[in-house]
T-cell receptor
Framework: GAVVSQHPSWVICKSGTSVKIECRSL??????MFWYRQFPKQSLMLMAT?????????EQGVEKDKFLINHASLTLSTLTVTSAHPEDSSFYIC??????????????FGPGTRLTVL | DAKTTQPTSMDCAEGRAANLPCNHS???????VYWYRQIHSQGPQYIIH???NNETNEMASLIITEDRKSSTLILPHATLRDTAVYYC????????????FGTGTRLTIIP
């Protein structure tokens, strides 16, 4: 149980185009999902927190108009990188909150999406 | 969230127990210790978490000192597939809070 998937697993796009990344919780409902970014040889950095049915909360320095997040259902959140540029090339990873009353409250992560912008 | 410190890297022989230390001397009373690992080019994998008591699951054991200022993750019989970066994170409620990933410990299992 507690599987989080991402699609696509990798994508190459031209500069100036937009790319959408999907994050799904496959066997549980997630009221909260998170989007992280990881540059080569660096650790994960949180970009935004997404709650189902409400606007995402972005970390300082992350442009909300560039990284559009939609969490329209309890099992799906999407991240759209608009007008992508080479500096947006990175490994994008989502996570979903799993809450089991009295025992577990943690995040399970997806496998990541590698974005390369030419 | 309290800051954690971990060794940069460790080696362990295949089949032996891997003991990964973590210091969290400023942890507050309501913060848990979480462990994740990240195998190359994959998303982090949840391993285990605990508050005060030692914990064990099918993947690992977590030993937390009585003063809660440090902990040790134990992989009882390390295999080559355990080679990864291991992150120790303190958080009140990891499911509902941002997780601050440090640099972690790069564990290499030696055949």
């Amino acid at each position: 149980g507690a599987v989080v998937s991402q699609h696509p697993s990798w994508v190459i796009c031209k500069s100036g185009t937009s790319v959408k990344i999907e994050c799904r919780s496959l066997d549980f409902q997630a009221t909260t999902m998170f989007w992280y970014r990881q540059f080569p040889k660096q650790s994960l950095m949180l970009m935004a927190t997404s709650n189902e049915g409400s606007k995402a909360t972005y970390e300082q320095g992350v442009e909300k108009d560039k990284f559009l997040i939609n969490h329209a259902s309890l099992t799906l959140s999407t991240l759209t990188v608009t007008s992508a540029h080479p500096e947006d090339s990175s490994f994008y990873i989502c996570s979903a909150r799993i809450l089991v009353a009295g025992s577990t409250d943690t995040q399970y992560f997806g496998p990541g999406t590698r974005l390369t912008v030419l | 969230d309290a800051k954690t410190t971990q060794p940069t890297s460790m080696d362990c022989a295949e089949g032996r127990a891997a003991n990964l230390p973590c210091n969290h001397s400023t942890i507050s009373g309501n913060e848990y210790v979480y462990w994740y690992r990240q195998i190359h080019s994959q998303g982090p994998q949840y391993i285990i978490h605990g508050l005060k008591n030692n914990e064990t699951n099918e993947m690992a054991s977590l030993i937390i000192t009585e003063d809660r200022k440090s902990s040790t993750l134990i992989l009882p019989h390390a295999t080559l597939r355990d080679t990864a970066v291991y992150y120790c994170i303190s958080s009140r409620r990891a499911g509902n809070e941002k997780l601050t990933f440090g640099t972690g410990t790069r564990l290499t299992i030696i055949p």
